[in-house]
């Protein structure tokens, strides 16, 4: 009976750390989609994802941006996340960060405008500076630039004037 009584504790007690462990990660996600107000806090926001690399971005949006730059990668069919601004902002970034080495970034305004890039300056992580940002929701794909790869990433997005190299 004794035995069977410690079996039965300790079946709780891990089934109690599981439970823990669990909630705790799920409390502690990043959001999928972000809502802004200018001079927010925190000024940087993270936001996780998983890239599929099924379909060409060039294909879901369009083959070039507004300022004629081409738009490369394979994604995801629906935009990754959402970014919703409440108020007009000057500037944002978005870098990708991931193990992958090769990423791509589309983002289309609530007035249709597109931005692309492939490369941020200092290597092949997708980084994009939005200017005179308008309010409303702004879509973001984030993509590989070789199809079929999968993998997680993290999109940082910065008010601009407080932009670090990290």
Request: aromatic share 10%.
């Amino acid at each position: 009976m004794f035995a069977t009584s410690s079996r039965r504790v300790k079946s709780l007690g891990i089934l109690a750390f599981l439970t823990i462990l669990i909630m705790g990660s799920a409390s502690a996600e990043m959001p999928k989609n972000l809502t802004l107000a200018r001079d927010s806090e925190p000024t940087s926001h993270y936001l996780k994802g998983y890239i599929r690399g099924q379909f060409g971005l060039h294909n879901v949006v369009s083959s070039r941006d507004s300022k004629n730059n081409l738009c490369f990668g394979y994604g995801s069919y629906d935009p990754d996340h959402l970014i919703t601004l409440k108020q007009r902002f000057p500037s944002l970034v978005l870098q990708v960060k991931s193990k992958y080495p090769d990423t791509t970034i589309v983002v289309r305004g609530p007035d249709q405008k597109l931005y692309c890039a492939d490369d941020s300056l200092d290597g092949k992580a997708a980084q994009l500076e939005l200017k005179n940002l308008k309010i409303g929701t702004y879509q973001v794909w984030v993509g590989a630039f070789d199809q079929g790869y999968s993998f997680r990433y993290m999109l940082r997005v910065n008010q601009a004037d407080t932009v670090s190299q990290n």
